[in-house]
């Protein structure tokens, strides 16, 4: 029975998989971080919109706004902050 026969293919499949997950370990590894910290950022962002205490403060629930907040963390709140001054004037 060879790697590529009709009659097990799963082989095949699991070694490029295998193959695959080495050579973009680090990639794969800085995008799920980068996931992970997007998803709490909207979170906050859900929070921070719903508790009324910065009416005046208040910024959109998108992607946009998660993956900033994700990639910067507080130093993307201050740029938000300000790109949504800078609309408002």
């Known amino acids: 029975m060879s790697l590529f026969s ?3 293919p799963w082989l095949t499949v699991l070694l490029f998989s295998l193959l695959f997950l ?3 370990r680090r ?3 800085w995008l799920l971080k980068l996931l ?3 998803a709490l950022s ?3 962002l859900a929070l921070w919109s719903q508790s ?3 009416a ?3 910024l959109g629930v998108n992607p946009f706004n998660a993956i900033t907040l994700g990639l910067l963390g507080l130093p993307g709140l201050g740029l938000l902050f300000l790109f949504r001054w800078l609309s408002l004037t």
């Open 42 to 44: 909207l979170g906050a």
């Open 6 to 8: 009709p009659d097990g």
């Open 36 to 38: 992970a910290r997007s």
């Open 22 to 24: 080495v050579l973009f």
């Open 56 to 58: 005046g403060l208040a």
């Open 52 to 54: 009324g205490l910065a």
């Open 27 to 29: 990639p794969l590894a």
